[in-house]
């Protein structure tokens, strides 16, 4: 599962977000409103997840202050949820002093189910009342106002699955809905997106494409977008066709948006991993979006969260911490207009510390400022790595004030920014070796201060990428193009691991051991697509396998070659030989992708004859089970009989679907009882009940699949 890109931050990149009074509960896939200058949080779950059907919530909170600085005082219940088993993935909307809570999911399924509640001087809220039904039952939606008219685009259907259905209704004077009307469909089924209204037109954005929630096999949906469309709405209500807007950065689903005079935000949410990630894209004028940029990232990588924003800050409230479950309660906040945060790139990406050149060109964006407001001779390189520094820009460069590409940074549509240039031997004489980050802080016309740190990476010669994991999911990605996917639980017990992706440095390969490579490629009729990669700490081995991903260069392939047949090959200097992993192949970003089980030397290879992958002995499974079935106070015991393999994935469910537990075990399977077999301890923390498992095993390019279940008793 490939995810797009979340770069390791260090921990002073998540300084501009600041916490505050956190909710009274850990909370996912609720909402959150901002009416009369209180922000309300309604619904959502609480200890539980939407796979197993428990937790969700029957209250409305409301914080009774929202302070100038941005912090919040205490939370008091404003009421009850109006139904009372409670909602969660609902939508709500705010208009004319009252709030409105949509559709959802409880434990009775998806609901379609409509009300609305006045809001009292003292901030509770009246009670709720029901009005015009939603035409479907629906969950994980979107929902937004424009022209006195509310407008619910796609989410999950019962019994249906993922819709692209959009209708609209107006609010009547009493506060009542009106008759429900199908409107433009969407491009494709969607859930899990977000939607937002400006300047007569509709937006939708991210989300997945699936048809359910969770696969078959439990795991969560993929098919997730970063498309984002948007469509006319007419004078009499309805909408015109959906166009494309510029992509987000990422496939996103599950995430938060807010929407300022001047820009969007999106934070957190799923890639396939959770993320923490936050972008912003300018809004023109005319409603128009510009290109996506990154900005500073939550202090925690987050899905399921809500999100709300005055003039002044933006918050961050709740989430989960996996997919979808693990709430938690924080909130982070972070001052838009008063402690303005700046895009920053750099050009060139990669700084060679002893190459000879003139310039780094730096260029400073504002999502809530005008790029001309800031005042050039006060900007300074004042950080580089979080260690103070103070290098001016170069006085023999006159700033300019840009919108849109330049001739030194693409992608740039709609964005306006200051470019300033800084002394090359000056900076190099301030940049560590390997991965650095610099932080740019200035002034603005009006005395504002703003700062902002460069998300692009500049490295040596080498290219050398180096992050500290931080015990998050994820994928790192180096500007020589290799990924690196890191699922949860990877590195237990090593949270600080520094990892590297790099292609690999020739000269220090040993000539014997390069000419054994070639001798194998070419007695194999196999032939190299890409650099060799290094990936490290080399030898590192995982508790779950990693996948990676490396470029390739479609051009190096023999006439004729079909990009499909590419393959991740490992290089085992123990027995010589290229070893051919499972891959797939994404011809459109000419990557291949590979799970691995360690850190070592891999390469992107074509194999000129299929006899090469062809397996050299009979791979099968045999008799599967659990022992001891049932497991009554001691750890049970799964047993594969297995004739070849190279790892067994495991991974246990409750009789809800949640996943439980995963883990695995490498290598080959061993003598058990005059066979081979693999045999794994199933150490998760299971309450009594039955639980379901699927374990894969691998051989070479081939999977095979058991499945069964077996009982606990506490």
Sequence with gaps: MIAAALVALPAFLCAQFSPTTPLPQALHSHTAVIVNGRLYVAGGVGDGSMSGGVGYLNNVYYCADMNEDGTLGAWRTASQMPEFLGLGLHASVAYNGRIYALGGANLLGQRNTAYFASINADGTLAAWKSTTALPQRVSAHAASVYNGRVYVTGGQLRNTGATALVYSAPFNADGTLGAWRYETSLPSTLFGHKSFARSGRLYVLGGSSASRMYDSSGLPAGSISAAVYSAAVNADGTLGAWQAQPSMPARLDFYALVDTEKSVYVMGGFDGGVVNSVYYSPLASDGSLGDWQPLQALPQNLLALAAASTADYIYSIGGALSYIENPVSGIYFSRIKTDPVALVKLNPTTINKSANGKWVTVIIGLPEAEASAVVADSVRISAVNGAAADLAPDPKWTSKVYSGDSAEFSGMAGVSYMMLKF????????????????????????????????????????????????????????????????????????????????????????????????????????????????????????????????????????????????????????????????????????????????????????????????????????????????????????????????????????????????????????????????????????????????????????????????????
């Excluded at 994820?474 to 990924?483: I, T, Y």
């Excluded at 297995?642 to 495991?650: F, I, L, N």
């Design 423 to 714: 002394s090359r031997s000056a900076v190099a004489a301030l940049i560590p070796e390997g991965d650095f980050s610099v932080t740019l802080s200035g002034r603005l016309s009006d005395g504002r201060v703003f700062r902002g740190e460069s998300m692009n990476r500049a490295l040596t010669s080498k290219k050398l990428y180096t992050a500290v994991t931080e015990a998050r999911a994820g994928v790192r990605e180096s500007p020589s193009g290799a990924k690196v996917n890191i699922p949860k639980g990877a590195f237990k017990g090593n949270p600080e691991l520094l990892l590297s992706a790099a292609p690999e440095d020739s000269e220090s390969v040993d000539a014997g051991d390069k000419d054994k490579r070639s001798k194998d490629m070419k007695d194999r009729s196999m032939s190299a697509a890409s650099e060799a990669f290094e990936f490290g700490p080399h030898g590192t081995t995982f508790d779950v396998p990693v996948t990676i991903s490396l470029p390739y260069s479609a051009s190096s392939l023999p006439a004729g070659a079909d990009e499909a047949k590419l393959k991740v090959a490992y290089w085992n200097s123990s027995s010589g030989q290229w070893e051919l992993l499972p891959s797939a192949v994404s011809a459109s970003s000419k990557l291949v992708s590979a799970d691995v089980s360690h850190f070592s030397t891999y390469q992107v290879v074509y194999e000129a004859s299929a006899q090469a992958s062809s397996p050299s002995a009979v791979f099968s499974l045999g008799e599967a089970y659990v022992f001891p079935n049932p497991a009554a106070g001691v750890t049970p015991k799964l047993h594969i009989t297995a004739t070849a393999g190279d790892r067994m994935s495991v991974k246990v469910y409750s009789v809800s679907g949640r996943q439980a537990w995963e883990g695995s075990v490498y290598g080959a399977p061993s003598a058990a009882g005059g066979t081979t077999a693999y045999e794994l301890e199933l150490k998760g923390n299971f309450p009594s009940g039955v639980y379901y498992y699927s374990a894969e095993v691998v051989s070479g390019e081939r999977k095979l699949k058991k499945a069964g279940k077996f009982a606990v008793v506490r």
